[in-house]
């Protein structure tokens, strides 16, 4: 549970008799205002109103943006890392994600390269798969991962490893490069 991604959006239905609830009550407390005092009932109601605006907006566009960055992972970055090494030095073909637990949804970091449908997973018992492949190559990793990195440098000596800065901090990944063997 969940066995989908929550979304925001999902709640759209509730819009109805949320909306049917607020405007209901505030028609009631505008109906007290008015027997209290006409004018200012309706500038209560107004003010209200401008007030419950401001709160929802503040909400949706800023709360809500943020605990969602730094709830997800950032596969739109993942996905420029691959689609950049992929339209200069490499290939969609020669770069792959390395799989961890409760980690980046691989097929989205596909989406974001450039190339729908193609799912970037390579499980690290595939890793020795990737010498039949030219290089260069490009692995991204999860920094935790280390018995992945191990493996990867077992098999890729001359590689070399940066670590990717995220716009969201706690996000950063690493960049495990495998050049053109010099001949």
Excluded at 103 to 126: E, K, M
């Amino acid at each position: 549970f969940p066995n989908e991604n929550p979304n925001l959006y999902r709640a759209g239905a509730a819009l109805i008799p949320a909306f049917v609830l607020a405007g209901s009550a505030l028609r009631a407390l505008r109906r007290a205002w008015d027997a209290w005092h006409p004018p200012l009932g309706t500038l209560l109601a107004v003010a209200l109103w401008l007030w419950s605006m401001a709160a929802s907006y503040h909400l949706v566009f800023h709360e809500y943006q943020r605990i969602y960055r730094l709830s997800t992972w950032n596969a739109s970055e993942m996905g420029q890392v691959i689609g950049g090494f992929a339209r200069s030095v490499g290939g969609p073909d020669r770069a792959w994600v390395v799989p961890y637990p409760y980690w980046v949804d691989t097929r989205l970091v596909g989406i974001w390269a450039g190339y729908p449908g193609v799912d970037y997973a390579l499980f690290p018992d595939q890793l020795e798969h990737t010498l039949a492949t030219p290089a260069p190559k490009l692995f991204l990793l999860k920094p935790e991962d280390q018995a992945s990195l191990e493996q990867l440098w077992a098999l890729y000596p001359n590689a070399r490893v940066w670590r990717y800065r995220a716009s969201v901090e706690g996000k950063d990944f690493l960049l495990f490069f495998v050049p053109t063997d010099p001949k």
